[in-house]
Each structure stands twice: as structure tokens, then as C-alpha cells.
């Protein structure tokens, strides 16, 4: 059964680099599935960041593309989000998780638990 | 950019009570939707893909309908455990794009 966790710090400072790191277990990342982040401010609804296959190919939400990298590490079976330039409205609990499905039919499981991320001086 | 429009923004039922849930999308989607349940301080679940499939462990009382634009969740006989916040969610293939809905949140009457 895949689980995922996601690791890095609780605190970034105005201007910096949030990074984040999302740990896939129970599974291979190089199995046929686009990994995502998502994230989710305090009280908030839902906002997809952008996803990664293990080829390397990625997709990003057009809103945040000009910020966002996401990479894999298939050695560690691995991968990561680094969202540059962050203010305030970047505070929020992110997630990663597994896409699953193909074509036009996709949605998301399992989840990791989640990781709150502050961004304050 | 496909909007998914959730309603109602809060519904508040007892339990035993049947639930009724509306996702309605700003174009059409095929039967390419999903829901998730999601409790204070958890991750969401999967409950339903492809609108009416529903995820593995997913209790019989929760079933999904609709296609096109519009899109219902019901919960047959609410449980203590379903009161949470539900989301739909659609993902567009040109630009590759997901969307959520803005969420409806179940409440205990």
C-alpha cells in the first residue's frame, strides 16, 4: 500500500524558498502515476500546484508556474517542490499525492498527512 | 479554465438524515469527476472517481451521480463520522490543469 510523507521546514522567511520534500513508500515512483502537490491555506479550500512523472516531465498550475519547480529523485524514490519568492499568501498545509487514472479521468490517492508551512520574518 | 461550483456552502443535517451534495462545473466534463471527505486536521479521502466509482473502503452510503456539468454526491444515512468538508474536483487536459471546488461543509443540526 503506497503511503507518501512529506518532509521540510515549518518556517520561511518573505522572499525565500520554501522546499519541500514528499517520501513515497509501499511503491515504486517510477510506476505509470503523475505525483502532485497541493495545498490547502488556514481555512481554506484546495489549490493544485503542479505534478511530476518520473520521467522528469512536469505540469504546473498556470498561476503559480513562474515559481514552482518540482523534481524527482527516483534513487530515493523521492520527490520535491521548491516554490521561490514566497510572501504571506504562500502560509498554508501542503500536500503531496499520487494521480491516478489516464486521459481526461484523473483524480488523487492516496494523500500524504500534510505539512504546515509559515511564512513569516 | 473549468470552475467548479459546490453547493450548498453549508448544510446542516442529523444524523440518519440524507445528504445531498451539488458540484456543478462551468463546462462540460465528461463523467471525469471526483470527491473527497476531508476532517478537521486530515488529509482529503477519495470517496468517489469518475462520479459514480467508488474508492476502495468506501462505505455503500456514500454514492456519486451526474455527468456533463452537473454532479451529486449523496450520503444515504448520515453517519457521526461524515460530518467534514467535501470537495470535487475535475482535472483539464489543455492547459493540464486541476480544479477543486470551493468545498461543502457538512454540519451536525
Known amino acids: 500500500q503506497v503511503q507518501l510523507q512529506e518532509s521540510g521546514p515549518g518556517l520561511v522567511k518573505p522572499s525565500g524558498t520554501l522546499s519541500l520534500t514528499c517520501a513515497v513508500s509501499?511503491?515504486?515512483?517510477?510506476?505509470?502515476?503523475?505525483w502532485s502537490w497541493v495545498r490547502q491555506p488556514p481555512g481554506k479550500g484546495l489549490e493544485w500546484i503542479g505534478e511530476?512523472?518520473?520521467?522528469?516531465?512536469?505540469n504546473y498550475n498556470p498561476s503559480l508556474k513562474s515559481r514552482v519547480t518540482i523534481s524527482v529523485d527516483k534513487s530515493k524514490n523521492q520527490f520535491s517542490l521548491k516554490l521561490s519568492s514566497v510572501t504571506a499568501a504562500d502560509t498554508a498545509v501542503y500536500y503531496c499525492?499520487?494521480?491516478?487514472?489516464?486521459?481526461?479521468?484523473?483524480?488523487?490517492?492516496?494523500w500524504g498527512q500534510g505539512t504546515l508551512v509559515t511564512v513569516s520574518s | 479554465e473549468i470552475v467548479l461550483t459546490q453547493s450548498p456552502a453549508t448544510l446542516s443535517l442529523s444524523p440518519g438524515e440524507r445528504a445531498t451534495l451539488s458540484c456543478r462545473a462551468s463546462?462540460?466534463?465528461?463523467?471525469?469527476l471526483a470527491w473527497y471527505q476531508q476532517k478537521p486536521g486530515q488529509a482529503p479521502r477519495l470517496l468517489i472517481y469518475?462520479?459514480?466509482n467508488r474508492a476502495t473502503g468506501i462505505p455503500a452510503r456514500f454514492s456519486g451521480s451526474g455527468s456533463g456539468t452537473d454532479f451529486t454526491l449523496t450520503i444515504s444515512s448520515l453517519e457521526p463520522e461524515d460530518f467534514a468538508v467535501y470537495y470535487c474536483?475535475?482535472?483539464?487536459?489543455?492547459?493540464?490543469?486541476?480544479?477543486f471546488g470551493q468545498g461543502t461543509k457538512l454540519e451536525i443540526k
Open positions: 499525492a499520487r494521480g491516478r487514472g489516464g486521459g481526461s479521468s484523473n483524480w488523487f490517492d492516496p
Open positions: 509501499g511503491g515504486s515512483i517510477s510506476s505509470s502515476n503523475w
Open positions: 511530476i512523472y518520473h520521467s522528469g516531465s512536469t
Open positions: 463546462q462540460s466534463v465528461s463523467s471525469y
Open positions: 469518475d462520479a459514480s
Open positions: 474536483q475535475q482535472r483539464s487536459n489543455w492547459p493540464p490543469k486541476y480544479t
